[in-house]
């Protein structure tokens, strides 16, 4: 256990974030004994011991889970038992500190340094001219203010049962469901509401937004619960109980997204694509965001009304073989500067996040594994407490030992939009020195190439030339990480 506790990190405190009149929500931070601040450090050695608590940890919930069967909407259980004393040391706040950081989660290191953050394509600044603290600046107080407003969905208990399963909580198993649903509730923000909108403190709620998160209730009835999700998800898979991979995610949604008017309550109101390889299964090349293909998409999803459509685009990787290959780190870094990113599911292995920010090699994340009760938000309820669908505690993992099956999410409003996104990820193929996340092609039958300057001359019909990237260069790249999805 001593290596467990020598793995804390520093935490450092603050008596306030800027001045009293931009100041954002309050910023939580974690606050451990002296003997808790010790230097973080990494090994192979400790990364095995991590897992293995993990484990024990995870392991130890389903266990008393298992137990106490919910009959008649309520969990039974011996409060004062062994099992309950149990169940409330693992539920415990100091416990779920010590899982984060033996796991390499941290939620306060993000106060020590003043590298500009990047969230969903919004850049803030930490400069400080004083020299202090970085988390005393404007920039900070904008960013957690920005962070705070990001919904979140965790996991739930005390639900109608899912199907014919007798789940009532998806406690230790749909963490990639909240994750997932955590993304598309950002793009549905930013279809109705735009970036800049934040939630309001002390105000009114805005209509649109209860409807948002009464569309992500836990009930058959709401349009996008994990409930409709794992119906819509079968064929991929997906199932009460068990764990779902990035890629069966992002195909649920598309699913859900096509699905007939008359067997879903609601549609998202924006065409999904999914990002993928070659239709012939050939292995070792980036995915492809095929433009005719997307407009095809569009042209369905409106049933031919007209050519295009707001765009969800979901781009499942694995870039490695446990952890992502450390080549891939900047580009995921530079995703979050798009103006149309959604951020990135992933996490560590079984432990889904939601992914919205970076600072230097570290990514900010939204954290699914509280078990919270379930509530029931009412369309058009203005005074809802919606507390419990917001976090303003900061959590940050590397992306050096992030798991290497993940997705990155893109919300185009149109075509012009679209057409931006396009250019932005062409100049990082370009730049991604023979290894890019994923390339763009006008058509599946677009020559290849192995650099921009190779497509000089070839007519795309498009103001900045898209096409398809080779994933090798000419003097013999090392064989990529890929698996094509």
């Known amino acids: 256990m001593k290596n467990l506790f020598d793995r804390i990190g520093t935490v450092k405190s603050s008596s306030s974030i800027g001045s009293s009149s931009n100041r954002s929500p309050k910023f939580k931070r974690s606050l451990s004994s002296s003997s808790d601040r010790q230097p973080v450090t990494s090994s192979s050695s400790s990364a095995k011991g991590s897992s293995l608590l993990s484990g024990i940890v995870v392991s130890?919930?389903?266990?008393?889970?298992?137990?106490?069967?919910?009959?008649?909407?309520?969990?039974?259980?011996?409060s004062n038992g062994w099992a309950g004393t149990v169940r409330r040391v693992m539920a415990s706040g100091s416990m779920k500190r010590i899982k984060e950081h033996v796991m390499g989660y941290c939620k306060s290191s993000v106060v020590t340094s003043g590298s500009d953050i990047w969230i969903l394509g919004v850049c803030y600044k930490l400069d400080d001219n004083a020299g202090g603290d970085?988390?005393?600046?404007?920039g900070f107080a904008a960013f957690v203010e920005d962070f705070s407003s990001r919904i979140l969905m965790t996991y739930r208990k005390g639900f109608d049962p899912i199907g014919d399963s007798k789940y009532t909580s998806d406690v230790n198993w749909g963490?990639?469901?909240?994750?997932s649903q955590m993304l598309v509730a950002q793009a549905l923000i930013l279809h109705r509401f735009g970036r800049s909108w934040r939630k309001t403190v002390n105000k009114q709620l805005d209509e649109g937004y209860t409807e948002i998160l009464n569309d992500f209730g836990d009930s058959e009835e709401s349009a996008?619960?994990?409930?409709?999700?794992?119906?819509?998800?079968?064929?991929?898979?997906?199932?009460?109980?068990?764990?779902?991979?990035?890629?069966?995610?992002?195909?649920?949604?598309?699913?859900?997204?096509?699905g007939e008017k008359d067997k879903v309550s609601k549609l998202l109101p924006m065409a999904v694509y999914i990002v993928s390889g070659d239709e012939d299964g050939e292995r070792g090349g980036a995915p492809v965001v095929c433009v005719e293909d997307v407009s095809a998409r569009c042209r369905e999803y409106s049933a031919g009304q007209v050519d295009w459509t707001a765009l969800l685009l979901l781009v499942p990787l694995v870039l490695g073989l446990d952890?992502?290959?450390?080549?891939?780190?900047?580009l995921l870094k530079a995703t979050f500067a798009f103006p149309q990113s959604l951020g990135i599911l992933g996490g560590k292995p079984g432990v889904s996040t939601y992914m919205i920010?970076?600072?230097?090699?570290?990514a900010f994340y939204l954290d699914p594994h509280e078990a919270q009760p379930v509530v029931d938000i009412k369309r058009g309820d203005?005074?809802?407490?919606?507390?419990?669908?917001h976090s303003n505690v900061v959590r940050q993992i590397p992306l050096e030992s992030v798991d290497s099956s993940l997705a990155i999410g893109f919300y185009c409003r149109d075509r012009d939009d679209f057409d931006d996104f396009c250019s932005r990820a062409t100049k990082l193929a370009d730049e991604s020195s023979g290894a890019p996340l994923f390339t763009v092609a006008r058509s599946r039958s677009s020559p290849?190439?192995?650099?921009?300057?190779?497509?000089?001359g070839v007519d795309l019909g498009y103001e900045d030339s898209y096409d398809m990237l080779h994933s090798s260069n000419a003097e013999g790249a090392q064989e990529d990480d890929w698996q094509l999805l």
Not at 134 to 138: D, H, I, L
Not at 175 to 179: K, V
Not at 230 to 240: H, T
Not at 323 to 330: A, F, G, L, Q, T
């Open 175 to 179: 963490c990639m469901l909240r994750s």
């Open 134 to 138: 970085p988390a005393t600046s404007a």
């Open 60 to 78: 130890a919930f389903s266990v008393f889970e298992s137990r106490g069967q919910r009959r008649g909407g309520g969990l039974r259980s011996n």
């Open 448 to 456: 290849r190439a192995t650099s921009q300057g190779d497509l000089a």
């Open 357 to 362: 920010g970076v600072q230097d090699d570290n």
């Open 323 to 330: 952890k992502v290959n450390p080549r891939y780190v900047p």
């Open 382 to 389: 203005l005074e809802a407490d919606t507390s419990s669908y």
């Open 224 to 258: 996008f619960s994990i409930h409709q999700l794992l119906e819509v998800g079968k064929g991929y898979g997906l199932a009460a109980g068990s764990w779902v991979g990035p890629y069966a995610m992002c195909r649920a949604w598309e699913t859900l997204a096509r």
